[in-house]
């Protein structure tokens, strides 16, 4: 039996009613601490306005499936995802509905960060023997902390491998390096009056 993908329209009269369910809105609302007392007023303005953003999303996620090679009447999370991170209002759900990546694409950069972690400095298919892409190689500071050949301090070297596993361990380096590319104990406090 093939699925009822009709579009349903949305009302064009006012009716005074919403299509969200008032009451789980208005619970919703009380799980917020900082909300005591919500009236029946403003629960019913905000459900509209939900409502009226989901419409939104749902029309600007069409819109990116008009687009494909092949248009589909129906709208995957991809489609909101893109219109996500194509839409510069809605960039604020970049958190919350982040493009897909493929399983492939995860497990690869697992693994890269795994041996980047283990201080196994393998060279990767981009890169040449060297370890940077024009082929040059990577300084080491005093502190052990690699350079590349701009300057920069390499977060990666810093680490011992004893220490790879604890963040902490990481972060006090990483303040440590900066103290000492700084030269002291300077807290990096600028002066904005001039």
Do not use: W
């Amino acid at each position: 039996m093939p699925y009822n993908t009709t579009a349903i329209p949305p009302r064009k009269e006012v009716t005074g009613q919403t299509q969200l369910p008032l009451t789980r809105v208005k619970k919703i609302i009380a799980q917020d601490p900082d909300i005591q007392v919500c009236s029946n007023n403003a629960a019913f303005v905000i459900t509209l306005a939900t409502e009226m953003f989901v419409q939104y999303l749902a029309e600007q996620a069409q819109e990116k499936t008009k687009l494909e090679r092949k248009p589909r009447r129906n709208i995957q999370y991809k489609d909101i995802a893109n219109a996500v991170a194509h839409q510069d209002n809605l960039e604020f759900l970049e958190d919350v509905v982040p493009k897909t990546t493929s399983y492939k694409d995860v497990k690869g950069k697992a693994a890269a960060a795994r041996t980047r972690v283990k201080g196994g400095d393998k060279p990767s298919g981009d890169q040449p023997e060297g370890g940077m892409p024009n082929g040059k190689k990577h300084k080491v500071a005093a502190n052990g902390a690699g350079s590349s050949p701009d300057g920069r301090v390499q977060r990666s070297r810093i680490l011992s491998t004893s220490d790879a596993g604890d963040p902490n361990a990481q972060l006090e380096a990483e303040a440590e390096a900066v103290v000492a590319r700084r030269g002291g104990n300077d807290d990096g406090d600028v002066d904005m009056t001039g």
